[in-house]
């Protein structure tokens, strides 16, 4: 009878150890399941926000300095394109950079933006060469445009105001753009008695212009390799301290100043939220 008992109690505890076994493999098995299940999501979720922001800082820089119609080339907008395009690219944007570009590379150029912005971006705009107001809007010279008449601003230039639009409307969250185009050009004599410069580029929605000169003055090119403009953007564009609006005004100030008040830029603001151009910055307000 002892030993009957002594030998189920063996058995039962057989069992159990057994049972024990199973459910500690099964508990096991759930926890390596859910971990693994935890690195996948962790892994999508890396992929997501590198893929974010990867395109969440973009630029398109536009220089044009070798135009025919022009008695000789314009040195600036070039050496500006590539400065700010090295600027840029160490605060973390991703740049699209044309130099000398006709109608259709501008064109292109806007194409590949938009299919590269989505509802994080913060998308910027630089244009360095001539520009030419036509009625209230400014207009981007491409390279190979032949104009003779005002009509022929609007069928061969670019306007401003809708590569801003086209920006808004593929869902950028933040739309600046720098216009450093405000020069005396060979177009406008041929319809007019002198140059006018831009029209006021007023800012759309969530979006901060900045432009070399005050509406309807034009600014002569400086001696040195790059425009005034961009040569006090570029001894701020890092700035660890102030948002972009800021960063602007401090440029309009450092320009009056270096040019004796004959240039003095203007800034358009709408934003929304404060913007960084400055790496560091930005990826601090994105964590929070």
Same mark, same amino acid.
């Given at each position: 009878?002892?030993?009957?008992?002594?030998?189920?109690?063996?058995?039962?505890? /057989?069992?159990?150890?057994?049972?024990?076994? +199973?459910? #500690?493999?099964?508990?096991?098995?759930?926890?390596?399941?859910?971990?693994?299940?935890?690195?996948?999501?962790?892994?999508?979720?890396?992929?997501?926000?590198?893929?974010?922001?990867?395109?969440? $800082?973009?630029?398109?820089?536009?220089?044009?300095?070798?135009?025919?119609?022009?008695?000789?080339?314009?040195?600036?907008?070039?050496?500006?394109? $590539?400065?700010?395009?090295?600027?840029?690219?160490?605060?973390?944007?991703?740049?699209?950079?044309?130099?000398?570009?006709?109608?259709?590379?501008?064109?292109?150029?806007?194409?590949?933006?938009?299919?590269?912005?989505?509802?994080?971006?913060?998308? +910027?705009?630089?244009?360095?060469?001539?520009?030419?107001?036509?009625? $209230?809007?400014?207009? +981007?010279?491409?390279?190979?445009?032949?104009?003779?008449?005002?009509?022929?601003?609007?069928?061969?230039?670019?306007?401003?105001?809708?590569?801003?639009?086209?920006?808004?409307?593929?869902?950028?969250?933040?739309?600046?753009?720098?216009?450093?185009?405000?020069?005396?050009?060979?177009?406008?004599?041929?319809?007019?008695?002198?140059?006018?410069?831009?029209?006021?580029?007023?800012?759309?929605?969530?979006?901060?212009?900045? #432009?070399?000169?005050?509406?309807?003055?034009?600014?002569?090119?400086?001696?040195?390799?790059?425009?005034?403009?961009?040569?006090?953007?570029?001894?701020?564009?890092?700035?660890?301290?102030?948002?972009?609006?800021?960063?602007? /005004?401090?440029?309009?100030?450092?320009?009056?100043?270096?040019?004796?008040?004959?240039?003095?830029?203007?800034?358009?603001?709408?934003?929304?939220?404060?913007?960084?151009?400055?790496?560091? +910055?930005?990826?601090?307000?994105?964590?929070?």
């Amino acid at each position: 009878m002892i030993l009957r008992q002594l030998s189920v109690s063996r058995r039962s505890l /057989t069992i159990a150890a057994a049972l024990v076994g +199973m459910v #500690s493999l099964a508990i096991g098995a759930h926890a390596a399941l859910n971990k693994r299940s935890l690195d996948a999501a962790k892994a999508t979720e890396a992929t997501q926000i590198a893929r974010a922001n990867k395109a969440s $800082r973009l630029a398109l820089v536009i220089g044009n300095g070798h135009y025919p119609d022009a008695s000789a080339p314009l040195t600036q907008p070039i050496n500006d394109a $590539r400065a700010i395009t090295a600027a840029l690219r160490r605060e973390g944007f991703e740049v699209d950079v044309v130099e000398d570009a006709g109608r259709d590379d501008i064109n292109r150029a806007v194409g590949r933006l938009k299919a590269k912005i989505n509802s994080e971006s913060v998308v +910027m705009l630089f244009f360095g060469g001539y520009g030419v107001q036509a009625g $209230r809007e400014s207009y +981007m010279i491409p390279v190979d445009a032949a104009i003779w008449k005002e009509s022929d601003v609007r069928r061969q230039g670019i306007s401003i105001e809708s590569v801003l639009e086209t920006i808004k409307q593929h869902g950028a969250r933040a739309r600046i753009a720098v216009i450093d185009a405000s020069r005396r050009n060979p177009y406008e004599r041929r319809f007019r008695g002198f140059s006018h410069g831009l029209a006021p580029v007023n800012a759309p929605d969530n979006a901060l212009i900045l #432009s070399s000169a005050t509406p309807g003055q034009v600014a002569d090119d400086s001696s040195g390799q790059n425009s005034v403009l961009v040569t006090e953007l570029l001894n701020n564009i890092g700035s660890k301290a102030a948002g972009a609006e800021a960063l602007f /005004t401090k440029t309009c100030i450092a320009v009056s100043r270096a040019s004796d008040g004959e240039q003095v830029p203007s800034v358009s603001s709408s934003l929304r939220e404060d913007v960084h151009l400055a790496a560091e +910055m930005a990826a601090e307000k994105a964590g929070g």
